[in-house]
Nanobody, 126 residues
């Protein structure tokens, strides 16, 4: 059974940086696409970034493109989200999610993911 555990959230000032981590266990990590999603109060959960199982392709939403970087270490069974130039509107609970996707396709829509972590809070405020 797949398990995901996020870490690295916290309080940061506007313009600052944070690095989120997600530890994956239970299956062969490289066969799974990974994503980071977020949900702000009163808003729907959205995919902010996704990465293919072999790390060869990535996706970013327009709201984070150029500021966030997703990466994965298949030897450590972990995926990361480096968040730079943070804005107050980035404040949300950030979730790690995954789906079995051993080929070149990987999902970029929220409903296409099958397993979720519990989330970590990111607050951007002065």
């Amino acid at each position: 059974q797949v398990q995901l555990v996020e870490s690295g959230g916290g309080l940061v000032q506007p313009g600052g940086s944070l690095r989120l981590s997600c530890a994956f266990s239970g299956r062969t990590f490289s066969n799974y696409a990974m994503a980071w999603l977020r949900q702000a109060p009163g808003k729907e959960r959205e995919v902010v970034s996704a990465i293919r199982g072999n790390g060869g392709s990535t996706y970013y939403s327009d709201s984070v493109k150029g500021r966030f970087t997703i990466s994965r270490d298949n030897a450590k069974n972990a995926v990361y989200l480096q968040m730079n130039s943070l804005k107050p509107e980035d404040t949300a609970v950030y979730f790690c999610a995954t789906r079995y996707a051993p080929g070149t396709w990987y999902p970029i829509r929220e409903h296409e993911y099958t397993n979720w972590g519990k989330g970590t809070q990111v607050t951007v405020s002065s």
